[in-house]
């Protein structure tokens, strides 16, 4: 698994990762709700469409919009397990590891608190 700085830093020079950004609705539901509530959906989504070792849907589960937690894993190549493998180098077919899932909820974490900055 790399590190967040390492992968980070590979992610700025993706022009299609760099163009993931909360839009307005997004910003909203995120300064309504809170960075804790946001993060506890995050949690959610990655138990369900992550961590198995063959999620239904890979490649095609994370939707592009409608949630700033989708707009964040696409940003940050944790979107689907071949983009994890890809980016964090956390490998296909088996299970994510308790670490391996707090490496992807801090990732998107990291990303939406820069996010937030912006607003």
């Not at 990655?46 to 239904?56: G, M």
């Not at 700033?68 to 983009?83: D, E, K, L, S």
Request: one cysteine or more; hydrophobic letters at 30%; glycine letters at 4%.
């Amino acid at each position: 698994m790399r590190e967040l700085d390492e992968v980070f830093e590979a992610l700025r020079h993706s022009e299609f990762r760099q163009r993931f950004h909360l839009r307005r609705r997004e910003r909203e539901y995120l300064r309504q709700k809170g960075m804790k509530t946001v993060m506890k959906h995050a949690r959610e989504f990655i138990n369900k469409r992550l961590v198995p070792a063959y999620p239904k849907n890979d490649g095609k589960q994370t939707p592009m919009k409608n949630h700033p937690v989708f707009i964040a894993q696409h940003a940050t190549g944790t979107c689907c397990r071949n983009c994890l493998r890809k980016w964090h180098k956390i490998p296909k077919g088996r299970r994510l590891s308790k670490e391996e899932k707090q490496h992807v909820l801090e990732a998107i974490r990291r990303w939406l608190e820069a996010e937030r900055k912006k607003m």
